[in-house]
């Protein structure tokens, strides 16, 4: 498969439980992000990691969440003792640089993401 | 608040109308990506500009960069039932860091 791929696609938890969410990057591309998306709306940034630099945690909205990417590919985020207003669709992206030096620009491409229910 | 203000939120148009949406800000973009996403879908790219004042052609769509690369807008020349969609804006500041629109629900009638 050439795009990003995220499992599972639904996941119906109840209130309390911990959860894990995958996401495959497409190969090669060194950045990977997480966002999360209520009905429809538009993207909320949760973190970002390039490469081997520390990742950037700053949109995660609290200490339950948290993602690690294991030898800069497959990452995981994992939300621990999930809320109801947790319940959202998790989308991840991985980009690649276009062009070089002067005037480049980064690329993202989504998976289709994973629709988190929590009950 | 949001870095990019995207506008109109929804837009309901019959086949074969014209229509713009909007992304504005008053932060400055190294680039800013258009995207489409149906519903269960994850958003598609649809193109990327990056120079200011510059102008990219997609069929029957017309995006535009901003001269200051503060803004963009995406026209969509007599619009088709396939068209309807959910269109987000994304500016890259920070290099790879990137801010979304809250995004145009588009809903073309036959």
């Known amino acids: 498969g050439a795009g990003v791929s995220q499992s599972p696609s639904n996941k119906v938890t109840e209130k309390g439980k911990d959860v894990e969410l995958r996401c495959d990057p497409i190969s090669g591309h060194t950045a990977l992000y997480w966002y999360r998306q209520s009905l429809g709306q538009g993207l909320e940034f949760l973190i970002y990691?390039?490469?081997?630099?520390?990742?950037?945690k700053s949109g995660l909205p609290s200490d339950r969440f948290s993602a690690e990417r294991t030898g800069g590919s497959v990452s995981t985020l994992t939300i621990q003792r999930t809320q109801q207003e947790d319940s959202a669709v998790y989308l991840c992206?991985?980009?690649?640089?276009?062009?070089?030096?002067?005037?480049?620009?980064?690329?993202?491409?989504f998976g289709p993401g994973t629709r988190l229910t929590v009950l | 608040t949001q870095l990019l203000e995207q506008s109109p939120q929804f837009l309901s148009i019959q086949e074969g109308e014209n229509l713009t949406v909007y992304c504005n800000s008053s932060s400055v973009f190294s680039s800013l990506q258009w995207y489409r996403q149906e519903p269960g879908e994850g958003p598609v790219l649809l193109v990327t500009v990056v120079t200011g004042g510059e102008v990219k052609k997609l069929k029957r769509l017309t995006f535009q960069f901003g001269d200051a690369r503060k803004d963009s807008s995406l026209h969509i020349t007599a619009a088709q039932t396939g068209d309807t969609g959910l269109y987000l804006c994304a500016g890259e500041k920070d290099f790879n860091k990137f801010y979304f629109g809250s995004g145009t629900k588009l809903n073309v009638k036959p």
């Open positions: 992206a991985s980009s690649f640089l276009v062009g070089r030096l002067a005037g480049s620009y980064n690329e993202q491409f």
């Open positions: 990691f390039q490469g081997n630099s520390a990742p950037d």
